[in-house]
């Protein structure tokens, strides 16, 4: 059975601990760089991002012949800096014709020995798609690209035979507008293997060949963002 201690922020299989998607990727140096952004900040920008995770997955939770008045009165219902977060995702709902299936689950992989919480899946037109939801203004899609690619394989393990045909991470503003990006996984789950075996220590020549080559494909320099204002760094950062 898995488990999860939000304290530690550590997934448990049968009560023994196991490393979790971001973890791996992280640890191998190829998710976002946020280390030269105040701890407060940082961690008022994960608060809040959770927060807009789980008003979007409780608009999908909704049921009935009356989906609109219920989406208004969820976003309503949350403190007024979380609602425009809200209102773009009612803005995607309208516009895309997204139907969900599910949001939020916890997930296990047997077979290469990882867990998750996957964000969203459900339908885009005839397309069964896994969607992330990101408050940032700017997303990192290349860190996104390889969490979506282990969510998809969870995904695989969890149902063989509900097909995932695209991952996207879909950007919720402040300004109530959004942004749905398409992320390709077929390189980037090859970027995550090697992660994960850099993780466990079993990694090879190739495996870092692997990782340095997307790094340089998609990593940008890190710039200098010591000018930046308190403001402008909790939006880069959020969520």
Excluded at 62 to 68: E, H
Excluded at 219 to 226: F, I, K, Q, S, T
Aim: glycine share 8%; aromatic share 10%; proline share 5%.
């Amino acid at each position: 059975m898995l488990t999860f201690s939000p304290s530690s922020h550590t997934y448990y299989w049968h009560d023994m601990p196991v490393p979790a998607v971001t973890q791996i990727r992280d640890a191998a140096g190829l998710g976002a760089d946020y280390s030269y952004v105040d701890p407060e900040l940082l961690a008022a920008a994960a608060d809040r991002g959770t927060a807009v995770h789980e008003l979007v997955a409780t608009m999908d939770a909704c049921t009935g012949s009356r989906l609109y008045e219920q989406h208004v009165a969820l976003i309503e219902a949350v403190p007024p800096e979380l609602r425009t977060y809200g209102r773009a995702y009612l803005a995607f709902l309208r516009d895309s014709g997204y139907r969900p299936l599910d949001a939020e689950v916890m997930l296990y992989s047997e077979t290469y020995g990882f867990a998750g919480c996957r964000d969203k899946r459900g339908w885009l037109g005839r397309k069964r798609v896994i969607i992330d939801a990101k408050t940032p203004i700017a997303i990192d899609k290349p860190g996104t690209a390889i969490q979506l690619a282990a969510y998809q394989q969870l995904e695989a393990e969890r149902a063989p035979l509900e097909i995932i045909h695209a991952c996207y991470a879909l950007q919720l503003g402040a300004d109530n507008r959004y942004k749905l990006i398409h992320l390709p996984t077929e390189h980037a789950w090859r970027v995550f293997v090697a992660a994960l075996r850099q993780y466990a220590g079993t990694n090879t020549g190739v495996d870092q060949a692997i990782m340095i080559d997307w790094l340089k494909d998609n990593r940008p320099a890190r710039r200098d963002h010591g000018h930046c204002s308190s403001t402008t760094l909790r939006a880069r950062v959020g969520g």
